[in-house]
């Protein structure tokens, strides 16, 4: 079920920028407005960086990456 949304009190700089942003588009202000939030709100996830790290696949010791004969 949609649900109307009313926003107040907008400055009228935030209300040209997204009159524009919707022409820009090819879009109406309205349509413009639901596309922001939709993408403010259901953004991917960030992963942290520790995440990122242990999602690493293991590629051998250190040992393996030294080049230097001596």
Known sequence: MATNLVVRNIEPDV???LKQAAAAHGRS???EHREILRQALFRPVRRTFKEVLASMPNVGEDEDFNFRQR
Do not use: C, T
Request: aromatic share 0%; glycine share 0%; proline share 0%.
């Open 29 to 31: 202000a309205e349509a």
């Open 15 to 17: 209300a040209q920028a």
